[in-house]
């Protein structure tokens, strides 16, 4: 899947800590993640469903 135009945000929860950042974007029936480190490498594609159940799993931690 070509994320080249994909809009990517840093998580809320990465604050200022460069070396911990998450960034996200959605796509089209799909949540793409990446490292913010390393933007050219891999990225984990997810449904939306499987996104937002991850994420209130990780708000309870």
């Known amino acids: 899947m070509d994320l080249s135009t994909a809009k990517w945000r840093k ?4 604050g200022d800590n460069a070396a911990n950042c998450v960034e996200v974007a959605g796509i089209p029936s799909r949540v793409a993640i990446r490292d913010s ?9 997810v449904s939306r469903e499987d ?11």
Do not use: T
């Open 51 to 61: 996104f937002w159940r991850f994420a209130e799993v990780l708000k309870r931690l």
């Open 11 to 14: 998580a809320s929860r990465s």
């Open 37 to 45: 480190k390393d933007p050219h490498g891999p990225k984990i594609l």
